[in-house]
C-alpha cells in the first residue's frame, strides 16, 4: 500500500533533531471519556502537566521525551521523523520520531494497544499487508527511505528481518526453514545453503539440538525451539535491522531466557528493535529503551535512565507498576 | 440428602455432601444423554442408508452373473420315431413330425386328443427331408420327386372362460420344383427375409448328389399373400468342392452354405446371375479329424454354431475382414469341447443361445459371451431337443421316444463378467472389443453391455472437464486469496457461488445449442486462444516485474488489475481474430473437387491427419461447460483452503522478502495442499456423476478413444439414455444398475484415496 499524505497533522519543514522536545500540534478529536477516567485514576492534578493524557485532554500537542545520550554523535541506522498512522479513520501513530543507533538494541515498552507492533511493523512495510492503512512522516534505513513510492519493498524485507510474537515456522524442515531467505533470493549451491544454515542456528543457539535432525519437520520443535528457529531464519539472509515483536511471549521462562541470552549475542551484530511488555526483559536485554503510550513516543532514553531516572511522569508510572 | 427426621436448622449448619454440591442437574444430564443417542442414530441412519443402498443394488445386479437354472418339470410320451420336433411358445402343444410324414401335436397342459395332419398326403408326395425353422415355424419338407415344400406352423390362443387353448394351425403350400433332375431330396432348407427368399436342398439323382437352390418371389396381392413362385433357379453342384452332407439357406435370403463329407463349407451368395462361390473355409482344419458333425444357424443367421466329429465347438461369424469389402465366415468363438458328435441340437428363437447334445450330455450356450450357461449329463440320450418361445422350457425326446420337460430359468443369458468388462468378438464386427449398444432395430440384434466403453467415457469427460477446470479454478483461487485487493475478492466470491448455482441442464443448454456450433466453425481461433491467453499473462508478469518499482508501487492492486485484464482481453480477441488466419496457413485439406487448390476447415483437417473424428458435439464444448460446472466447486474449496493459511505464515515468509508469489507458491500452496487436494477431489466426483451437461452437449456415443473432437457417453448419461428403454428387471435395468455401481465404486474409490492422500499431506503441512 503506498503511503499517502495526511490530511491532518502532516509533516512540514526539516525532520526534528534528535535531542530536542518534540512538541507538536495535535488536532485529535475530544477525548474519550475513558481517557478522563484514566486521568483521573492515574494522574493527579499537580502533574497534570507532565501526563499524556493530560495534554489529550486538555487538547494539548504531546511532546516526546529524548535523552541527550541517544541524541550524542551515534550513527542511527533506522530513523523515523514525525511519523503518523491510521487504520482507517482510527489513528494508532500520533508524530513518532525516533532514531535507532547501528548495532544496539532498542526495546520498545508500553501498555498494550500502545501502537508499539504497529511501529515495528513499519519499519519492514508489513502493514503493507493491512488495506486501511495510511501513514505520514519519514521512515528511513540507512539512505533508503522506507514510505516512498519508489521503495522496493522486497528488497527493504530482505534487508530487515522479522521475529513475530507467535512462532512461525514454516511447514518445511528445519533446514529449509533457515534457508528460505537465501532460497527465494535464487541462491541454489547446496555447500552455501549448508554453511548459512549452521551459521544461523549457531548464532540462534540451537545448532546443538537440531544439528542431527535438520531435514525433520521444524513442526516437531518444542516452542522455544521453534522461536529460536525464527530467529536463525531472521539472521540467515544478515539483515541489517532486527525486528522483534515480543518474541517471548508466548515462551516459558527457560525458552525465555535462552532466547534473551541470543539476543544479548546479538547486540553488535546486529540492530535489534524488540517490542516487549515485560519491563525487566528490556531491561535486561537493551541498550535504550522507548516508552510508547496511547499511540506517542513518551520518553526515549539509555535503558537504564528509563528505568532509573524516568524524566516523565507517565514513564515512571508505568515502570513502577503504577499502570500497564 | 438430609434425613427428614432430623431438624432443619442442622441442615443448614451440615453442608451438603460434596457429591450433592458437585452433581449436575438432572435435565441437564437428560438432555445431554437424549442429544448424544439423537446424533448416535443420525450417525448410524446415515451408515445404514448409504449400506442399503449399497445393498441394494448389489441386489439389483446379483442376478446378472448367475448361471441358468433347468430342472425336470414333466415327461410324458412323444409319438414314435419323429424326426423333427416343435414347439408353442407356451411349450403345451408340441408337434412331431414322424416318419410317415403326418405332424402330430399332443397336449401338455390339457387333455386334447393328439392332433395329426398328414403332411405327405398334403403335399401329394413321400416326405424324404425336413428342416425346420423354429423363429418363424416353417417346416421345409424334401420330397420324394426333387421337389420341396413349405409347412407354416401358427400357434394361436383361443381363450375361453378364461382359460388359455393354444390351436396349432398348418398350412402346407404346393410343391415347388428345385429344377433339374427328378430324385430323392436328402436335405433342404429354406431362408425368407420376407422380401428375399431362397432354397437350397441336396437331391439324389440317379445316385449323384446335385445341390440345387432356387431364388423364389410372392406376389403380394390386395387381399393377401400370393403364391410363391420360382424366379430362378441354381444348380451349384459342378460348384461344390465335396460331397454335399447339408446345405443351410439364410434367413436374408440372399445366400446358402453347403456343408460337405470332407469338412468343408461352400458359401454361396445371390449375384445377378444366380449365385457366385463366395467362401470356401474348413472350419476345423487344425483338428486331426477336421470333418464337421453339426453345423447350424445360431439366432438372425449371422453366425454358425458348427461342431466337429470330435466334439469340438465354434462359432463363425460373417463380417468384413480388415482390408476386404465383403462379408465372409470367420471363426469367432471357442466353446469348450463336446465330448463327441452332436446326436441333436437347437437355438433359442430370441437370443444367442443355442442348446447342442451330444450322447446324454446337454449343454446350453450362449454364443456372444463364449459361455456356458448349463451343461448337464442327463439320465437319458435326447435324440431331439426344441426350446420354447418364451425361452421357459427345454424339450427333449430320448431314443424310447419319451418326452421330457424341463422349466428353464435363464432371464440374462447375455449378461457375464465377461460381457461387462471382457472384450467380445460380436457378430459382424472384424475383431473383438468392448461397445455397448444395448438395444437395436431388428430382434436378431446382438444386445452389446460393455461397460468399459462407458467407463472410458467417464474418465474422458471427466478428464477434459478437470483439464480446463483445473487450472483456471486453482489459479482463481490463489488469486482470489493471495492477491486480488479485498474489494475484488468481495465481489469474486459471490459471483462464484451464483455460477456453481447454475443448474446443469442450462449449462448443457448452452453448451449443446449456443457453444458447440460456435467451437464447431471456431477451433483455431479457440486453440489460439488458449495458447495465447495463458502465454499473455507469462508475458505481461514478466514486463510487470521489469517495469520501475515506483510505477508498480503507483498502480497498486487495482492497476495491476486492470493492466492485466486489458492485456488477457487483447490477447483473448487476437485469438478469435487471428484463428480463422491460421486456419488458412495451417489447417487445409486438398479440394477434392478442384485439384491444387485447398481448403482450410480445421473440421475437415483434423481426420485427414489425425484419422480421428470430428463431431459438433465434441468432448472440448463439454470439457468447457463442465468445467465451468466444476469450477466453482474447486474455487470455492480451495479458496477457502487458501485463505485459512495462518495469516503469520505469510507474514513471515513476506518478512524474509519473498514476493507475494514466492510466499503462495512455497508456503501457501504446500500447506493448503491437503485443502486443494479436497477441492480437487470434490470437483472429480462432481465431474464423474455430472449427467445433463454429458448428456446434452455430447452424441452420447460410447466409444472408447480420447480424441478430444469426438463425443463419449458416460455412466451416468447412460442411465439418464436407456432407463425409458429397460424394462424392469430385465438384462438391460441390471446392466444400469452396474453401472449405477460402477459409478458408486468410483467414487467411493476416489474419496478413499483422495481422503487417504489428504490425511497425509495434512499431517505433512500441520501448521501449529
Ligand atoms: N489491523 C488493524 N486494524 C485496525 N486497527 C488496528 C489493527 N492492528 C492494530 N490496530 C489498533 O492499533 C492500535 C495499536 O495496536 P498494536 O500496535 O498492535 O499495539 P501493541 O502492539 O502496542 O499492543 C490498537 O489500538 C489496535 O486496536
Ligand atoms: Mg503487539
Known sequence: MPSRELDRGAVTGAPHAAGTVAVRPDADPAPSSILAERASRFVSADDRSDSVIAAILANRPTATVVHAEVAEDVPHIVKIRGFSLHYGEKQALHDVSLDVPVGKVVALIGPSGCGKSTLIRCVNRLNDLIDSVRTSGVLTIGETSVLGPETDVIGLRKRVGMVFQKSNPFPKSIFENVVYGLRIAGEGRRSVLREVCERSLREAALWDEVKDRLDESALQLSGGQQQRLCIARAVATRPEVLLMDEPCSALDPVATAKVEELIGQLRGVYTVMIVTHNMQQAARVSDYTAFMYLGRLVEYGPTEAIFQNPRCRDTRDYVTGRFG | ?768
Not at chain 2, 421337389?147 to 403350400?173: K, T
Not at chain 2, 443448454?509 to 477451433?523: D, Y
Not at chain 2, 491427419?609 to 469450477?631: E, K
Request: charged share 20%.
Open chain 2, 1 to 768: 440428602m438430609s434425613d427428614s427426621t432430623e431438624p432443619s436448622h442442622l441442615d443448614r449448619a451440615t453442608p451438603a455432601p460434596a457429591g450433592a454440591r458437585v452433581a449436575t442437574r438432572r435435565s441437564v444430564l437428560l438432555l445431554d444423554r437424549a442429544m448424544s443417542l439423537i446424533i448416535r442414530l443420525g450417525g448410524i441412519g446415515i451408515i445404514v442408508a448409504v449400506l442399503g443402498i449399497f445393498v441394494f443394488i448389489l441386489w439389483q445386479i446379483l442376478p446378472l452373473f448367475r448361471g441358468a437354472a433347468v430342472e425336470l418339470a414333466s415327461s410324458g410320451r412323444a409319438p414314435p420315431g419323429a424326426r423333427l420336433m416343435l414347439v408353442d411358445e407356451w411349450s403345451e402343444r408340441p408337434g412331431f413330425l414322424g416318419a410317415d410324414g403326418t405332424l402330430t401335436f399332443i397336449d401338455l397342459v390339457g387333455d386334447a386328443p393328439a392332433e395329426s395332419i398328414d403332411l405327405a398326403g398334403r403335399v401329394g408326395a413321400q416326405i424324404t427331408a425336413a428342416h425346420l425353422r423354429p423363429t418363424t415355424g416353417t417346416i421345409a419338407l424334401g420330397l420324394e420327386d426333387g421337389s420341396f415344400a413349405l409347412a407354416d406352423v401358427n400357434y394361436r390362443a383361443e381363450f375361453d372362460d378364461g382359460r388359455r387353448r393354444v390351436v396349432p394351425e398348418v398350412n402346407v403350400g404346393a410343391p415347388i420344383d428345385l429344377g433339374g433332375g427328378r430324385g430323392r431330396v436328402l436335405d433342404v432348407d429354406y431362408g425368407d427375409s420376407g422380401r428375399d427368399k431362397v432354397a437350397a436342398a441336396i437331391v439324389e439323382v440317379e445316385g449323384k448328389l446335385e445341390v440345387r437352390a432356387v431364388v423364389l418371389t410372392q406376389r403380394r396381392t390386395l387381399v393377401g399373400a400370393g403364391r410363391i413362385e420360382v424366379r430362378g433357379a441354381f444348380d451349384a453342384t459342378p460348384l461344390v468342392g465335396g460331397t454335399p452332407k447339408a446345405v443351410l439357406a439364410s434367413s436374408k435370403g440372399d445366400s446358402f452354405l453347403v456343408v460337405t463329407d470332407e469338412g468343408e463349407i461352400d458359401y454361396f451368395f445371390a449375384v445377378d446371375s444366380g449365385f457366385e462361390l463366395r467362401q470356401r473355409f474348413s472350419p476345423f482344419e487344425d483338428q486331426p479329424d477336421p470333418r464337421i458333425s453339426m453345423a447350424e444357424f445360431i439366432f438372425g443367421d449371422v453366425s454358425l454354431a458348427l461342431v466337429g466329429v470330435d466334439g469340438t465347438n465354434r462359432v463363425f461369424s460373417l463380417f468384413v475382414p480388415e482390408g476386404q469389402s465383403v462379408r465372409t465366415w470367420g471363426r469367432t468363438k471357442q466353446f469348450p469341447p463336446l465330448p463327441g458328435p452332436v446326436s441333436a441340437y437347437t437355438k433359442s428363437t430370441r437370443t444367442k443361445a443355442f442348446l447342442v447334445v451330444a450322447g446324454s450330455l446337454a449343454s446350453l450356450r450362449f454364443s456372444t459371451t463364449e459361455s456356458i450357461r448349463w451343461q448337464e449329463e442327463l439320465p437319458f440320450a435326447p435324440r431331439l431337443v426344441a426350446i420354447s418361445g418364451k425361452n421357459d422350457r427345454i424339450l427333449f425326446v430320448d431314443e424310447s421316444s419319451r418326452l421330457h420337460v424341463y422349466a428353464l430359468s435363464d432371464p440374462h443369458p447375455e449378461a457375464s463378467w465377461r460381457a461387462f468388462f471382457g472384450r467380445i468378438w460380436y457378430e459382424g464386427a472384424d475383431r473383438p472389443g468392448f461397445e455397448w449398444q444395448s438395444t437395436g432395430g431388428t430382434d436378431d440384434f446382438e444386445p452389446k453391455l460393455s461397460m468399459v466403453p462407458l467407463l472410458i467415457g467417464t474418465l474422458k469427460g471427466t478428464f477434459y472437464a478437470l483439464l480446463f477446470a483445473v487450472p483456471i479454478a486453482v489459479s482463481a483461487a490463489m488469486y482470489a486469496s493471495q492477491f486480488a485487493h479485498w474489494k475484488v475478492r468481495a465481489f469474486v466470491k459471490p459471483l462464484m457461488e451464483v455460477m456453481a448455482s447454475l443448474p446443469s441442464v442450462v449449462l448443457g443448454f448452452l453448451a449443446a445449442l449456443w457453444l458447440a456450433p460456435i467451437i464447431e466453425t471456431r477451433v483455431p481461433s479457440v486453440l489460439l486462444m488458449l495458447l495465447l491467453i495463458p502465454s499473455a499473462g507469462v508475458v505481461l508478469g514478466l514486463l510487470w516485474s521489469a517495469a520501475p518499482v515506483a510505477v508498480r508501487n503507483r498502480a497498486g492492486l487495482f492497476g495491476e488489475l486492470t493492466v492485466l485484464l486489458c492485456g488477457l482481453l487483447v490477447a483473448g480477441a487476437l485469438g478469435w481474430i487471428g484463428g480463422p488466419l491460421l486456419e488458412r496457413l495451417v489447417f487445409t485439406v486438398p479440394d477434392p473437387a478442384e485439384p491444387g487448390r485447398r481448403i482450410a476447415d480445421f473440421r475437415l483437417w483434423w481426420p485427414a491427419f489425425t484419422g480421428a473424428d470430428f463431431q459438433q458435439r465434441n468432448s472440448l464444448v463439454v470439457g468447457f461447460m463442465m468445467g465451468f460446472a466444476v469450477i466453482p466447486i474447486i474455487f470455492t474449496i480451495a479458496e477457502d483452503a487458501l485463505s485459512n493459511v495462518p495469516q503469520s505464515l505469510r507474514s513471515g515468509s513476506l518478512a524474509l522478502g519473498a514476493s507475494r508469489w514466492q510466499t503462495a507458491v512455497r508456503i501457501v500452496l504446500p500447506t493448503a495442499s491437503a485443502g486443494i487436494f479436497s477441492a480437487l477431489m470434490i470437483g472429480l466426483g462432481r465431474a464423474v456423476g455430472e449427467t445433463m451437461i454429458v448428456l446434452m452437449a455430447t452424441g452420447n456415443t460410447p466409444i472408447m478413444d480420447f480424441n478430444i473432437f469426438s463425443g463419449m457417453r458416460t455412466l451416468s448419461a447412460n442411465i439418464a439414455v436407456e432407463l425409458p428403454e429397460a424394462p424392469h428387471h430385465g438384462t438391460l435395468y441390471r446392466a444400469l444398475f452396474l453401472g449405477a455401481m460402477l459409478l458408486f465404486l468410483m467414487t467411493f474409490a476416489v474419496n478413499t484415496v483422495a481422503e487417504v492422500l489428504r490425511q497425509h499431506l495434512r499431517e505433512r503441512f500441520r501448521t501449529i
